[in-house]
């Protein structure tokens, strides 16, 4: 029989596999280390359905975006109106639009033109909200009075009306190239949207700055920098991050909506809004020519809608 004071002493014990090891050694074979906040978050995801099809959803269409020829080898550009609205075939698959390009090539290499909006306008307003809404958390004071201001300003703005505006304001001092277009595009949207991530990442900074890590890394002198990026920054990210991944989606579907009313996007830019765009005056002889970018474009929203879901889930501890 095995001395129970001999286990709680630590005395040596025979592990399954047949080596002995110490009883704390034994203790931390079987339960491991105590994993952080990410880690447990990420095996929490991996057992999770819902991240796994999201996951896999956007991977393909990343993977679309970076290597579309490892999906097509038809040039995206070239139209023959001789086969214009023709209907998908086993030459193609999709069809053909009004000008006669084939649209799989289109949606393939329209992939990478709303990805890039999606991701840049997502960065550009993380940065500029968390970085505000970090600064409003943690100062107070006239500090995040005049920064809540402002951002009810942003607010009180509607979003396709505010988008109007810079476009088309833009567009009339002589910004007519593609690129110019699709940083303007980016420009607005992150414009528009930081005010958001703003009060997200203040109730964050708020709810970090209470913190007893945080009063005895000021009571050791810390200075306000090293408080702000080494303490409260890494422990105000977890609900940033949610937003940023179901934002992305929403910006996707923005640039669309953007390309649609004719200010967003335009020829000879492939993207996935250009193509809905194009298909509005022959939808209801050729509706292929929408069918299929609108598809591509609700799934890859709804993927990343479904992948914040799920980050949101396994970060939260009250909803496991």
């Given at each position: 029989?095995?001395?129970?004071s ?15 090891v110490?009883?704390?050694?034994h203790?931390e074979?079987?339960a ?18 819902l ?17 579309p ?9 070239y ?11 086993a ?23 709303s990805?890039?909006v ?15 809404g ?21 607010f009180?703005?509607?979003f ?8 088309s304001?833009?567009?009339a001092?002589?910004?007519t ?9 980016i ?5 528009l949207?930081w005010?958001?991530?703003m ?6 900074a ?10 005895a ?7 306000s920098?090293?408080i ?20 992305l989606g ?21 993207s ?7 298909s509005?005056d ?27 879901d ?11």
């Amino acid at each position: 029989m095995t001395d129970p004071s001999t286990a709680a002493t630590g005395a040596a014990v025979t592990s399954t596999a047949g080596e002995f090891v110490t009883g704390a050694e034994h203790i931390e074979t079987k339960a491991g280390k105590p994993r952080s906040l990410a880690s447990d978050a990420w095996y929490d995801l991996r057992r999770r359905p819902l991240f796994i099809v999201s996951a896999a959803l956007i991977l393909l269409v990343l993977l679309m975006a970076a290597w579309p020829s490892l999906f097509t080898s038809v040039d995206p550009t070239y139209a023959d109106l001789g086969r214009s609205r023709d209907a998908p075939s086993a030459e193609a698959w999709f069809g053909y639009d009004n000008q006669g390009a084939d649209i799989f090539a289109r949606v393939i290499y329209g992939a990478r033109a709303s990805i890039i909006v999606g991701v840049v306008s997502t960065i550009l307003t993380v940065l500029i909200g968390g970085a505000l809404g970090l600064l409003a958390g943690f100062y107070g004071g006239w500090i995040d009075g005049l920064m809540s201001r402002i951002a009810d300003v942003f607010f009180g703005l509607p979003f396709v009306l505010g988008a109007i505006i810079i476009l088309s304001s833009f567009r009339a001092a002589g910004s007519t190239s593609a690129t110019e277009i699709m940083f303007l595009v980016i420009l607005s949207i992150s414009v528009l949207s930081w005010p958001v991530c703003m009060r997200i990442m203040r109730s964050a900074a708020i709810t970090a700055k209470q913190q007893d890590y945080v009063k005895a890394a000021r009571a050791l002198g810390a200075s306000s920098t090293r408080i702000i990026l080494r303490h409260m920054l890494p422990n105000a990210l977890a609900p940033v991050m949610v937003y940023a991944t179901i934002a992305l989606g929403a910006f996707i579907g923005i640039e669309a909506t953007l390309s649609f009313l004719g200010i967003g996007l335009r020829a000879p830019v492939v993207s996935w809004g250009v193509m809905i765009a194009d298909s509005r005056d022959v939808i209801r002889v050729a509706p292929h020519t929408l069918l299929f970018p609108a598809a591509f474009l609700t799934a890859t929203v709804l993927a990343f809608v479904m992948l914040g879901d799920a980050v949101r889930e396994a970060l939260d501890p009250k909803m496991r």
